[in-house]
């Protein structure tokens, strides 16, 4: 799904969540202002991904986005997520988080020719995260889950709404105050029948050879392993990261838009930070 706690960890998290594309529920206190660290800034992700989830053709995706976040001991916001640590103890944390896909022309000979274009989707929804003790060589493991509840963002931004999703993840960070933080997550992920009919369901007016009419049921939908690698230069900060599916096993796998079983979404970031508290 790091930056959620000091430097080291921002330009991680922000990497890690690009990748994914490539964004609450908390009751905290008053925290003093020089507890707290901020930043504000633009950037760019510039990623090779597939043209639509399970293709087996690829297109290259390049977007901007505002940057900014904020940590104090209780409260994290960031450009995706807001975020707090339970009770002022930062191995426990609950916030609202936000993630999304990018659109996907059906015009290109791909399994999808003809049908309607996908419009992009955004997914919004809670998440927890516990730590667990430290591993050997400082190594830091959480636990995490997620639901997210997506919308087709439609012509003029309308919204229509697909359905609910979950995952559960464990992620690794690389001990403070590395150069390049590292950032390694992996786990399962569940979809509701609409998530699953709007990528994978083919309606039988756009059936075709090779192309049966298919309804995608709801439930698994595969495992994936991501990964990320930061580091900042100056007022810059870099990432770059990648994203490993795999639908083997998944409740829509015998779709006939499913071409692959194994995907793979590579890519870089950088953002120009401009704005920074004192003491970061």
């Known amino acids: 799904m790091g930056s959620e706690l000091a430097a080291d960890r921002r330009g991680a ?13 908390f009751g905290v206190g008053t925290v003093a202002a020089q507890t707290a660290h901020y930043q504000g800034g633009v ?28 940590e104090s001991p209780t409260l994290h916001l960031h450009h995706q997520h807001l975020r707090a640590k339970w009770a002022r103890h930062s191995s426990f ?11 996907a022309a059906a015009g290109t000979p791909d399994a999808r020719a003809g049908m309607p274009n996908l419009d992009p989707t955004v997914a919004l929804g809670p998440d927890i995260m516990m730590r667990l003790p430290a591993r050997a060589g400082g190594w830091r493991i959480w636990l995490g889950a997620r639901a997210r509840y997506r919308w087709a963002m439609g ?15 464990v992620e690794s960070r690389t001990p403070r105050g590395r150069v390049w933080p590292i950032v390694v997550s ?29 309804s995608a049921p709801g439930g698994y939908a595969g495992v ?10 100056g007022p810059f900060d870099f990432a770059i990261f990648g994203r490993y599916r ?24 950088v953002v120009w930070v401009f704005v920074r508290s004192g003491d970061d």
């Open 246 to 269: 795999n639908y083997s096993g998944a409740a829509f796998a015998s779709s006939p838009l499913l071409k692959v079983s194994n995907t793979l979404i590579v890519g870089a970031a």
């Open 224 to 233: 994936r392993l991501t990964a990320a690698v930061s580091t900042r230069a």
């Open 186 to 214: 992996f786990g399962p992920v569940f979809r509701g029948h609409g998530v699953n009919e709007y990528f994978f369901g083919v309606p039988p007016a756009y059936a075709a050879a090779g192309r049966p009419a298919y």
């Open 13 to 25: 998290s922000w990497g890690v969540r690009l990748g994914c594309m490539v964004l609450g529920m």
């Open 43 to 70: 950037g760019v992700a510039l990623f090779l991904a597939p043209a639509y989830p399970g293709s087996d053709s690829e297109r290259l995706f390049a977007y901007p986005y505002p940057y900014w976040d904020y």
């Open 93 to 103: 944390s609950i916030g609202l988080g936000a993630n999304g896909s990018p659109p």
């Open 155 to 169: 012509p003029g931004l309308q919204l229509m709404p697909l359905g609910s999703s979950a995952s559960a993840f």
